[in-house]
T-cell receptor, first 118, second 115 residues
């Protein structure tokens, strides 16, 4: 399977614990996005990378959230000191952006990681 | 700043009838527009996109969408609905001036097709 892969698929954690999620994008894709989705709502933008550079982080995101893409391939999203309000589906997506042509292609999504904070 | 609005939380249509799911957007420069579908307990699946060219774009599963620059809209349409089209639909937009623009999603519209 050459699609976007996310691990784990499900995570249950106690409030106050740290969690880390991993995303492996489609291999030739240079852009990687993280979104958060709650039941019945649209994906909420968290952050995105172009290769290894983090281009933007949502102002709604607290300092407890951090993301990395150290070699421009896979990415990790860490949540420190989890709170019950962090319970959601965390989605990763990737796309290929051709800088010179300034053409954004569609993003392809993984199945997501469902986080439950108890 | 870019934004996208889906004014209807739910759309109900009888099978065989045409359907329309509405989307309006705001973005600096030329917009790139997308529609995605999400079935229960599944990830988001890409349906179609508008980048440039013909205002009517065709996508997967018989869906099409019409780009209207003057009304800043990108409504999703299908001539004849199927029960299997019942799902959550999301419109998304990114700006065209800068390749650094992120993709922003609407709040979603639940499409329900009754037999």
């Amino acid at each position: 399977d050459t699609g976007v892969s996310q691990d784990p698929r499900h995570k249950i954690t106690k409030r106050g614990q740290n969690v880390t999620f991993r995303c492996d994008p489609i291999s030739e894709h240079n852009r990687l996005y993280w979104y958060r989705q709650t039941l019945g709502q649209g994906p909420e933008f968290l952050t995105y990378f172009q290769n290894e550079a983090q281009l933007e982080k949502s102002r709604l995101l607290s300092d407890r959230f951090s993301a990395e893409r150290p070699k421009g391939s896979f990415s990790t999203l860490e949540i420190q000191r989890t709170e019950q309000g962090d319970s959601a589906m965390y989605l990763c997506a990737s796309s290929l952006v051709r800088d010179l042509g300034q053409i954004n292609t569609e993003a392809f999504f993984g199945q997501g990681t469902r986080l439950t904070v108890v | 700043a870019q934004s996208v609005a889906q004014p209807e939380d739910q759309v109900n249509v009888a099978e065989g009838n045409p359907l329309t799911v509405k989307c309006t957007y705001s973005v600096s420069g030329n917009p790139y527009l997308f529609w995605y579908v999400q079935y229960p307990n599944r990830g988001l699946q890409f349906l179609l996109k508008y980048i440039t060219g013909d205002n009517l774009v065709k996508g997967s599963y018989g869906f099409e969408a019409e780009f209207n620059k003057s009304q800043t809209s990108f409504h999703l349409k299908k001539p004849s609905a199927l029960v299997s089209d019942s799902a959550l639909y999301f419109c998304a937009v990114t700006g065209g001036y800068s390749s650094a623009s992120k993709i922003i999603f609407g709040s979603g519209t639940r499409l329900s097709i009754r037999p």
